[in-house]
């Protein structure tokens, strides 16, 4: 039997030096800023429900920074991208206690005056910050469905708030979904959701496409679908030569959550498989997509040096 890995885009694991500084780059920028912002409209608004919306942004923010700066620099490494992203989400937390330290110094009175301190000061000393904390905690800085959190409980709501900034940066960081072409040293371009098929077995479906039974697609594109219950096709192709083509399949259901908003549910069945650049060209005429762009053929030697991806 072939080994299916080879069926598969596989990232070349590259990671270009001016990639790394562009992502560190982006990330600290984003960080900082960010960081600053999120610390003093946590600190100032009053409304736990912005609070809890900016945490969720400002994760997704550097997560974002990372994740664009690493395409920009063409880092194809998933894992040293997951682990800026942890780098970038510790900075941040850091970063925005030593901002939110800050803004309630000038902010409480009470805090000054208890802890002596005559002129706010920002401070990146974590001695200094832990006392600021610790006295956070004991007494108290904001109100809450009425009360005042204090001790383990504010402890408890701060470890959520950091799981939430950490998680979001570091899953965003990482998550790059689409595949490199590297003898043209080009993303492919993503027409995500080309075609909606009808949804059927994965397993049958995942072997009939590694076997190159790829007529099973016009089977289930003619059958009857359901938007919200169906399967969507995107395709990763480089815009610049014919030798790389991949497809993803996802299941998708869409369902109403308790507030009757639309939630999608997606089960990969194939990710970025690779497929001949005739199948692209019959599915983007399947979906009536189908662009006259001509591609320039790439020279035969390139073409010799990257056939396949290599087994490792
Ligand atoms: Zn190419």
Redesign the pocket.
Known sequence: MENLGERYYRDSGAVPLFGTVFMLGCGIVAATVLSFIYAFVVYWNPFVYVSVVATGLFGLGVGIAVNVGGTLGKVRNPLYARLVGVVMGLLSLYLCWAFYLWAAQKGDADMCRQLGILEPELSFDPMRMYELIQWIADNGLWGMFGGTPTGWGLYSLWAIEAAIIFLATVVIAGGNESAF?E??N?WADDAENLLQLENTGYEDLRSDLEDERYERLDELHTGEHNAKDCLRVTLHT????D??NFMTIKHVVVTLDNDGDEQEDETEIVNRLIIPAELVTHLQTAAGTKTQKKKAK?QAEEIEDYDEPEAE
């Open positions: 072409c003898p043209c080009v480089c815009p610049k030569c030798e790389s790439p």
